[in-house]
C-alpha cells in the first residue's frame, strides 16, 4: 500500500510557466512533509518542506501548497527553468523519522 | 558540517555473488539511519531503518540485509545477487529532533 500517492508521473513546462505537482496522503498520523529535487544519477537534495500547521511555504520560486483537511500538499515552481529539469519526489514523515515518499514526477522545462 | 558518504558508487555483480554497500556519515552523532533502493524511473523504497547501533527495522522482506556496526556506518548486504536487486541504492541520515534527512550520492548496482 502506498502511503503517499504523487501525480503527474511526468510534466512538460515552458520556460517561464508555472509547473505544478501533487501529492496525496491517507495517514493523520504524518507530521512534515518535504519535497526533494534530483537530478539523474545523484541522491534527493531537499528543497523545501512544509509542517500541517501551516497552508502554505514560499521559498523563492518554489512554494508548497497543503490542504490539511483534503490531506493534499502540492508543490508550485513559478517561472520555470531550464535548469529545473528533475525529477521530484514528495515526501511524508511518520513520527520517529521514519519517511515515505511518492512515486517522482519527471519535470522537463523546455526552452 | 556533515558529510555522508557512499561506495562504491557504481558496482557490476553476477547473479549468485555476494554484496556489501557501505554508507558512512560524518559529523553528527546517533543519527537514523536509512537503505533505500530506487528502480530505473521508479520512486523510493525504504528497505532497511536504523535508529541506533545493532537496531535494524526491516520494511521490505527480500533478499537483502542490513548492519549497523558502529554509529555512524550501516552496511547493505546480500549473500545471494538475484537480477531484480538491480537499482540505485540510497543511504541517507536524520537526527532525531529534526525534520529534515539527507541523501548521501548513491550506488548504481547492475546484477547480469
Known amino acids: 500500500q502506498q502511503q503517499v500517492k504523487q501525480s503527474p508521473q511526468s510534466l512538460i513546462v515552458q520556460k517561464g510557466g508555472i509547473s505544478i505537482i501533487n501529492c496525496a496522503y491517507e495517514?493523520?498520523?504524518?507530521?512534515?512533509f518535504p519535497w526533494y529535487q534530483q537530478f539523474p544519477g545523484k541522491g534527493p537534495a531537499l528543497l523545501i518542506a512544509?509542517?500541517?500547521?501551516?497552508s502554505e511555504k514560499k521559498e523563492g520560486r518554489f512554494t508548497i501548497s497543503f490542504n490539511k483537511s483534503a490531506k493534499q500538499f502540492s508543490l508550485h515552481i513559478m517561472d520555470s527553468q531550464p535548469g529545473d529539469s528533475a525529477t521530484y519526489f514528495c515526501?511524508?514523515?511518520?513520527?520517529?523519522?521514519?519517511?515515505?515518499f511518492g512515486s517522482g514526477t519527471k519535470l522537463n522545462v523546455k526552452p | 558540517s556533515q558529510t555522508i558518504h557512499q561506495w562504491p558508487a557504481t558496482l557490476v555483480q553476477p547473479v549468485g555473488s555476494p554484496l556489501s554497500l557501505e554508507c558512512t556519515v560524518e559529523?553528527?552523532?546517533?543519527?537514523?539511519l536509512y537503505w533505500y533502493r530506487q528502480a530505473a524511473g521508479r520512486g523510493l523504497q525504504l528497505l532497511f531503518y536504523?535508529?541506533?547501533?545493532?537496531?535494524i527495522s526491516s520494511e521490505v522482506p527480500q533478499n537483502l540485509s542490513a548492519s549497523r556496526p558502529q554509529d555512524r556506518q550501516f552496511i547493505l548486504s546480500s549473500k545471494k545477487l538475484l537480477l531484480s536487486d538491480s537499482g540505485f541504492y540510497l543511504c541517507?541520515?536524520?537526527?532525531?529532533?529534526?525534520?529534515?534527512?539527507?541523501f548521501g550520492p548513491g550506488t548504481r548496482l547492475t546484477v547480469l
Open positions: 541517507a541520515w536524520s537526527v532525531g529532533g529534526f525534520n529534515e534527512q539527507f
Open positions: 495517514n493523520t498520523a504524518f507530521d512534515y
Open positions: 512544509i509542517r500541517p500547521d501551516v
Open positions: 515526501a511524508a514523515r511518520m513520527v520517529g523519522n521514519k519517511f515515505y
Open positions: 559529523g553528527t552523532s546517533n543519527p537514523n
Open positions: 536504523s535508529v541506533g547501533i545493532g537496531q
